[in-house]
């Protein structure tokens, strides 16, 4: 989903969440959140400093010119006025090579130099073997020619420290197969902390921070813990949304995996629409988005429908939102719908189901 106001910064991303939840809430059940926030949390957030974060910051510096990450493990190591200098990168990267103790990692890093200097040796299956291998030290990147003849060089499309995992889940109204991965980085990265979906035709940003804090939600609700301070999908939590959620997981032993289903179709959507149909329209997206969340887990899909109605500001979201309250008023002939959104709730769900999938069926003819 897109970006909904959640801080994303380093390993004290879950304190400072907490901190905000101590000064909108009274302390007795700022602890009671302190307890369900930090149950099964895990940040992927990792030390730079390490081996493979310190190979990743120099292959960004040999490739890229960009001493950020260097400067990350060492301040002000690096400086601005000489990255432009090849020789000086080159020779910056050899000091690297000398300090590197563990013998396969030595060798893969002499590896990249040797693509960085002769990029005429290596075709584009040599370098999608290389890209598979990076990964194993956590550095996922893409490689790219530019240039022709002697002036070729091999430039990195993206260049990211940290982990890739596949979506295995199938997207329930596409019938599109597509691999996409979710990319899920070791440090903060400017990209990733404005949106959930990324630039790169098989990636997937998912902030582990967003699905945490909707699933610590989910159990506090379940658990008939006070929430009205929280915010679910980037709302202040209503009386519609808390009967969703406890309908949504009223036989269920997966929340977080419920939760997280969410937020892979949403984006897997948002990316089909791009890679498939050449279609970035928000609004459109935003609606086929939460169409396909409500169709597999009706109750937990209108939970998003009425978070996105909560919202002040008239954005994509709300549009789409809004736009689905008026085509379940069309279809079944129940104008109050327009006027009290919170009667959608009380449908039956293979009405719901149905009606979900014929609007996307809709929207995606037109598309076409």
Known sequence: MKKRGFINSRDIVPLLILIMLFVSIDLGNAQSISEYWSEDFRPNLINIRNPNGKFYAYIVLLFNENPHFINLIQ???????????????VNQYKNYLRRIKNKKLQIMAEKMLDIYKHPQKYDDKTLKSIQIYLEGYNVILQFS???????ERIVLDYCIYGNKEPINIIHPLFNIKEKIYNIQPFIYYDEFNTSNSTFY?????????????DYTIAKMVLAGEQVDSMFFVGSRITEDIKHCIKNAFVKSISIKSDILKMFEIHEL????????????DQVTGEELALLSTIYPNPFLGLSVLYSYMDYNAINPHKIAALNFIRFLAERTGKSEFIDNPSLVKYMDIPTIKKLSKEQFNSIIKNLR
């Open 145 to 151: 020619k530019v240039g022709v003849s002697k002036k």
């Open 75 to 89: 301040e002000d190591s690096i400086p601005l006025e000489m990255i432009q200098k090849e020789l000086f990168l």
């Open 269 to 280: 959507t948002h990316k089909i629409l791009n890679n498939h149909y050449n279609y970035f």
């Open 201 to 213: 035709f098989d990636m997937i940003y998912i902030n582990p921070e967003e699905v945490q804090n």
